[in-house]
């Protein structure tokens, strides 16, 4: 079950909304200055209270800033499972809570950005990519090699992937890092050496759509399997890891705290 938690938040915004402006222009009115407020006067009180905090909320969640949780390895090296991040909900443009309809545009998502959007074969569900491709590329993967109009993205090696605590290394494997130059400054990718490449084709990105993949290559669900992700689907760009939590590690993890997304 996936909650839609701006649908909650939006109507518990208006519905406090609602009592506030009621108590607010109409049983205030009715109260005596003096008195203090009883039964359903109290009530409406208490209730409307809250609804300038969570304007606040809706609205710093909506439109600046929202966190996330990373549940899988998709993104290793670059987000790790117990990552917490924050997103950066404006940088492709103010979006309509609920309804996700853009209603200014202020920027759109450049290649090599960490983008968050909502899964286009189940839009309850938030995945977070590397943007590879933007529309009217021609993207093609062989060999565990990036491709981009033709031109191969150069790939350096970096030596052994260790991962630690809840993102160590599967048994028996021996994942390999390669540093990417997709954009400036490159990022890390890992590489399954011993796993044989099954996602060698090529795609050509329709206008008003996006091809992303994980950094770890071998281990994430992305756009060679299901496809592009429309500009609607977008929520926004991933800035920062706030904190990491892995309980085999001794639960919160300082030395990611702040670490930029790159």
Known sequence: ????????????????????????????????????????????????????????????????????????????????????????????????????????????????????????EDERINYVKRVIGLPGDTITYRNKVLFINGEPVVQENGGLWVGEGLNRNPPGRRPILRREHLSDPPHEIVIYPDQPDRNSRTWTVPEGHYFTLGDNRDQSLDSRAWGFVPEENLVGRATRIWMHWDCSRGCVVFDRIGDKIE
């Open 1 to 120: 079950m996936h909650l839609d938690y701006a649908l909650i938040l939006t109507l518990l915004t208006l519905l406090t909304g609602v009592v506030w402006a009621i108590d607010r222009f109409w049983l205030r009115k009715q109260r005596n200055a003096d008195a203090e407020p009883e039964g359903a006067h109290k009530t409406a009180e208490v209730i409307g209270s809250f609804f300038p905090i969570l304007l606040l909320v809706l609205v710093f969640r909506s439109f600046l800033f929202e966190p996330f949780k990373i549940p899988s390895g998709s993104m290793i090296p670059t987000l790790l499972i117990g990552d917490f991040i924050v997103v950066n909900k404006f940088s492709y443009g103010l979006r309509l809570p609920v309804v996700n309809r853009k209603f200014i545009s202020i920027g759109e998502p450049e290649r090599g950005d960490v983008m968050v959007f909502r899964f286009p």
